[in-house]
Structures are given as C-alpha cells and as structure tokens.
C-alpha cells in the first residue's frame, strides 16, 4: 500500500513540478504548484508527519497559492514571452543543474543503512511535536513571529502608493 | 499481488524525489522568464527540501526535523508576502513582469 501510494503521488508531483516548467501562463503555472504541494502533503502523511501534511496543505496550497493566483489575476499577467535567456544560465546554469542533480544522486544511491520507510512506525503526533516545540525551541518560534509581523508591515509598506505622492488624473478617474 | 501490497518504500527513493524536485525548481528558475514564475520555482525548491527534512526526520525519529520544516514554511509564508509586495511595486513602476526588462535597480 505505501509502495502504491508513494509512486502514485511522486508521479503526482513530478507532473506537476515538469508541467510548471512547461506553461508558459502563470496562472496555469500557479496551479500545477498546487497539485505539487497537495502530492507533498501526502508523501509527508506516508512518512507519519501528520501535523506537517495539515500545515502544507494549509498554509502552502491554501494561503500561499491563494496569494500567488491573487497577484497573477492582479497584475493581469498574460503569457511569458519566450526567450532564451541570458548566455550565462546557458553556459554555466544548465551544466551546473545536471551536476547538482548527478551528486545528490550518486550519495544517495551510494549511502548505505537508509533502510526502508512504512506506514506502521513512528507516526509523529502533534502532541510530541508541540512539546519540543514549546518547551525546548521556544525563543525561535517567538522570533518567528516577530519575522512574520515585520514580513506584514513590510508588505504593506511595499505594496502601497507612497504617502506624499498625489494620485495621479489617470488613477483618479479608474474605478477602483 | 499481495507482495506489491505489503512492501516497503527504500528511504533512497524519497531522497531522490527531493532531489530530482530540487533540481527541476534551479531549471526552472533558470529558464523562466516571468519574474511569478521564477518566484514559484523558488517556493519548489524549498518544497524539495522540506520533503528531506521529513525523510531523515521518520529515519531518525527525530522531531526536530520536523520543527524545522514547520520553521521554513513559516518564513515562506513571510517570504512569499514580501515578495509579491516586492513584484506588485516592481510591476507599477515598470509595467512588466519580464525579467529580462527588469534590469535596473533605480525605478
């Protein structure tokens, strides 16, 4: 049963990481990230992290995407133009993904005692999770949070018309 | 049948999943030339590597490994604000989201 969910959901995920490659709009991009996410959410699920595989699914392909397909819509993103890009991602970027992808392969078919992953041993629970998270690793979660309430101010900051500047007759006629 | 059914998946196999989803998030990043595009093939990569965090985590019964996913979605989450502000800004200057016109830091 593992074995049959596993490559039917890396399947998943594969397609839809070589689909995001492949379209050329964004929002069809957008979405091929979240069947990738949701395929992640289950691959963690087999590995028995319960909490992460609620997390991903809701904060990645929930809030996250939303965000990604709100900004596409947004900004009325239409299709990439096609161009090969500059001459050095040719010439040192393309050998440099295959060597990237050829020595991760090599230790990971070399490494030996990885052993086997099934569905019975080791499902984290929350509750495990949370007393190491609250207990041991408390200062970081706490700088956390501080990041992500700067992460909201700047946010807004970035996102907004300066103060002083004055709308201009175009913005002032648009309905908003 | 019954053997397909109760057999296990080698720790190696994830590990190459993550890598190869790695390695397609760089191509990407690489070859995309809308600056959302190219901001999602990051969000892959750190996907990729979140799926190895959680594999050596279950192989070591760790729970740390586990907390530090939890800690990289959520400076993803902020990342992924900041970010899109930082496109929305980009775009009303410029009004394009191609990066090969983006090439100036003034605006």
Redesign the interface.
Known sequence: ????L?LLF?GF??AG??N??LQSH?IN??LS?VV??TS?AV??L????E??AA??II??SG??MV??TF??M??N?GR????L?SRA?RAV??P??VV??GV??TL??H?HG?????LSD?I?STE??SR??FRE?LL?FEV?SI??L???L???A??RHGDGETPTSEERTSPK | MNSILSQEVPISWYLMLSAVLFSLGVLGFLIKRNLITVFMSIELMLNAVNLSFVTFAHQWHQVRGQIFVFFVMMVAAAEAAVGLAIIIAVFRARATLAVDRIDLMKL
């Open positions: 049963m593992h074995l049959i596993f890396a995920c594969l990481a070589i995001l490659l964004p991009s957008a990230l990738v996410m992640l691959l963690y087999l590995l028995g992290a909490f992460l997390a991903q904060v990645y809030a996250i965000l990604f900004v596409v947004l900004l993103a990439e133009e096609r161009t890009g991602a970027g393309f440099a993904v990237i992808l991760l392969a990971i078919v490494a990885l052993g086997v992953a099934s080791a984290t495990d999770l190491v998270l690793l970081p956390t990041l992500i700067i992460a909201i700047g946010a807004v970035l996102a």
